[in-house]
């Protein structure tokens, strides 16, 4: 038994190196994922967001359903790299969740996997429309750090006004000490950030800069710039 531990971890560390999967390396996650360990299947769900295949997807797919819901939020999370048309309507449900984490995740994998199957497909994306039916659902969302999902989504659909939007619950965030969702944007603002909106990023850092936290404000030095 300890050696067989020994084994799987040496596997999990190997896998946790590579940037493609192989045929046996799907062989040995997809055991992982029907381990009646609910850790271990977590390690398959965080994994096969690398396997980009058929097979990933559908283990992913399986793993959505699972009774643990840190394997369900963490399968749900990695099926971004879906694109079939079951993965898109399964993700769709799933961000009407009532659990705001299985919101959110499945609304930042539906995007991805909405562009996929689009690309797949040859079909026509129609950003302007899923960026209108997300600013249609936010405001019955309750949820902060899921509206800060949905602004994501919808600047990257092109609604540049959704970046004013982050800014604002950044500023409100930080006046009633919600450290959480300042995280969420400052993650946020590194995945966005660009040349366009770079110095309106640049100015609200600054401005913010002295009511964040110790930790917060060598996050923001680091990965931005020193800031002051």
Known sequence: MKKHKIYRERRVNDIENKSTLSEIDMEFLATLSKSNNALTRNTAAELLVKSNTAQGEDILYRLSFDKNILVKMNAIDS???GRTLKSLQRLALLSYDRDYLIRGYALLSHYEVYLNYNKTYGNECRIKSYSDNLKNRIADEDETWVKVVMYEIMYNCGLEDALNEMISILNKSIE???????????????????????????????????????????????IFGKII
């Open 79 to 81: 099926l971004c790299i």
């Open 176 to 222: 009633i000490k919600n450290y959480e969702i300042v995280w969420e944007i400052l993650h946020t603002f590194e995945d966005i950030i660009e040349d366009k909106n770079k110095k309106s990023i640049e100015n609200t850092l600054k401005h913010t800069y002295t009511f964040l936290l110790p930790a917060q404000k060598d996050y923001v030095n680091e």
